[in-house]
């Protein structure tokens, strides 16, 4: 059974001309005890398929199965046995870390006798020992996102989805939640994330869907989707040579060294198979400095969605 | 699903909704004094400064003592207040600031199930500030008979009336700030109309027969015999007005929320 199938999904706001379509006809399929990451620019609807998955929101068009359960007939059902970790903190500020723990497996039906014994390891695993009796007020953001990141895994549950779980964190914290992710996938957990971090998508999934505009433009392995979308070797070139910028070389010369270039300001971005005819040239005009490096998930990410700013 | 007809349709609820009562309760339990003395303190001190003060000009009002005449109206507006209050301020943080009802929606509990918990638990705090205000008028002499513990019930019913008016403005505020204009424009006239302060045969006749219909009024008629050992009149009326608000009012404000949080 999969965690979660979403086939067809549309989501529109508002009605009649002045509807907004942020969803078009999404369709997304997770594999048991996978790592999947929905990657997309802000306003993709990446958080909208979410709400919609988790049935929060009423698709317009599609069929959302979670947990082998229909969406939204069933969705309380299957949220039972789904852990969400939401885009922005929303723990509870009266509790210390012990009570918002036991009060949000109140919602779920679980006594607190069952749940009780278990917050140790819970803030354990948060990375949180010995913070029972903390107050939220004194945590930092990072423990925040760690304590829900606990209050998401009280019901055990199948799926775990986070949206954007390491926004606004600092290496230290990012690196002991990718961890934790990684334990709780080697656990059996699947889990469902968006992010606009490509080394976290790279890191962490083993599949993943870019999206933009509300449409999955690749899906696939990271390797996969690396390979099918775009040369392997770039070339990044910026500085100035005889008068001439970066940008006035790529229009003159760039076409005949590489396959494909992009020119983004002041820099030019070479893409090709082969970069050393491209490096022999670049060797003779010494004021062009470049830097060579293995084609990656945000050379496709930004090649499929376009290097304009998106708020 | 979308549409207008689907949010205002009838609510669902599981039992899943007293976790979310007991939230709410939980968090009040650890403020529980300051918020009783918060709630009791102000009504407390109006009473008896105008029940004395304004007591020595106004020797009786309907054949008792002006601050006797008072304390009925005290306890009716003083729910009245917990009730909006909890359910204007606190409910908007839940519901927007600390995202404590988000949260609750990722969990097998539906926007009605918090919806309702939160109309019951508005209308729970008020009742609680009710009977601590109660205790204070009975310790003074003014609610003798056994019969002023029928005003329990009473100041439920006006708690959850009036919480059920709060949450419509819940779901519409943009901000806190909105909330000044529901207690400036609605709920002070209707505490100087509804017969708290004076008898509502001192006002014009045309205002009289629109403020006899205002929630608070009601719940003096039931409350201020109750406390004076007399059975209310048309008890049945009042009693319906009041839950008669509630139902509707508690139908518009979980539509305007789903309409607010579910798109």
């Not at chain 1, 990072?142 to 606004?168: C, F, Q, S, Y």
């Not at chain 1, 010369?253 to 005819?277: I, K």
């Not at chain 2, 029940?51 to 009925?72: D, K, Q, R």
């Not at chain 2, 600390?98 to 918090?114: F, R």
Request: charged fraction near 20%; proline fraction near 6%.
């Amino acid at each position: 059974m999969s965690p979660l199938e979403i086939s067809g999904l549309v989501k529109r706001f508002g009605e009649g001309p002045d509807a907004r379509e942020v969803v078009r006809g999404l369709d997304l399929q997770l594999i048991p005890g996978e790592c999947f990451a929905l990657l997309g620019p802000n306003g993709a609807g990446k958080t909208t398929t979410l709400r919609c998955a988790l049935g929060l929101t009423a698709a317009s068009a599609g069929s959302i199965r979670l947990c082998g359960l229909p969406v939204p007939e069933r969705a309380r059902d299957a949220r039972a046995r789904v852990g969400v970790v939401p885009q922005l903190d929303s723990l509870d500020p009266d509790f210390t870390c012990a009570e918002n723990l036991l009060v949000f497996a109140g919602y779920f039906g679980l006594p607190e006798r069952e749940v009780r014994p278990r917050i140790p390891e819970l803030l354990a695993f948060a990375g949180l020992e010995g913070k029972e009796n903390a107050r939220i007020q004194s945590l930092s953001g990072g423990m925040k996102r760690r304590l829900t990141l606990a209050r998401a895994l009280v019901n055990r549950p199948e799926l775990l989805i986070l949206d954007e779980p390491t926004t606004g964190l600092d290496p230290q914290a990012r690196h002991l939640i990718w961890e934790r992710l990684r334990r709780l996938t080697a656990e059996g957990t699947t889990i469902l994330l968006t992010t606009h971090f490509m080394d976290e998508a790279e890191r962490l999934a083993n599949r993943l869907a870019i999206m933009d505009a509300g449409r999955i433009l690749a899906q696939g392995s990271p390797r996969e989707v690396i390979a099918a979308h775009i040369e392997p070797q770039v070339v990044e070139i910026f500085g100035e040579w005889q008068g001439e910028g970066a940008a006035a070389w790529a229009a003159a010369h760039a076409h005949a060294l590489c396959q494909r270039c992009e020119v983004s300001g002041e820099t030019a971005f070479c893409y090709t198979t082969d970069a050393a005819p491209l490096l022999a040239h670049l060797a003779q005009r010494p004021g062009l400095r470049s830097l060579h490096r293995p084609a990656n998930l945000e050379d496709v990410f930004l090649k499929l969605t376009g290097r304009d700013l998106r708020d | 699903m979308t549409s207008v007809t689907s949010h205002f349709a009838p609510p669902r609820l599981s039992l899943r909704l007293l976790a979310v009562w007991r939230r709410n309760f939980l968090v009040w339990r650890k403020l529980a004094l300051p918020s009783i003395v918060g709630n009791l303190a102000d009504p407390v001190i109006y009473m008896l400064g105008l029940g004395y003060g304004l007591g020595m000009l106004v020797p009786e009002v309907e054949g008792v003592s002006y601050i006797a005449f008072l304390a009925g109206g005290t306890l009716a507006y003083s729910t009245m207040n917990a009730a909006t209050f909890e359910a204007l301020y606190s409910g908007f943080s839940r519901m927007h600031t600390q995202k404590t009802w988000e949260a609750i929606m990722n969990a097998p509990v539906s926007l009605d199930d918090i919806v309702v918990a939160e109309l019951l638990w508005a209308a729970s705090k008020a009742c609680l500030a009710g009977i601590a205000i109660l205790a204070v008028i009975a310790a003074f002499g003014f609610a003798a008979s056994p019969l002023a513990l029928a005003a329990i019930p009473v100041i439920f019913l006006t708690g959850l009336c009036f919480a059920a008016l709060g949450l419509i403005m819940t779901a519409l505020a943009p901000s806190y700030d909105f909330f000044m204009y529901y207690f400036t424009l609605v709920i002070t006239p209707m505490t100087l109309l509804s017969g708290v302060f004076f008898p509502q045969g001192q006002l014009p006749d045309a205002v009289r027969a629109v403020a006899e219909w205002l929630p608070l009024s009601h719940a003096v008629a039931l409350v201020r015999p109750l406390l004076l050992g007399e059975l209310p009149t048309q008890a049945g009326l009042h009693l319906a007005v009041l839950a008669g608000i509630a139902i509707a009012a508690f139908w518009l404000a979980l539509g305007l929320t789903r309409k607010r949080l579910l798109k």
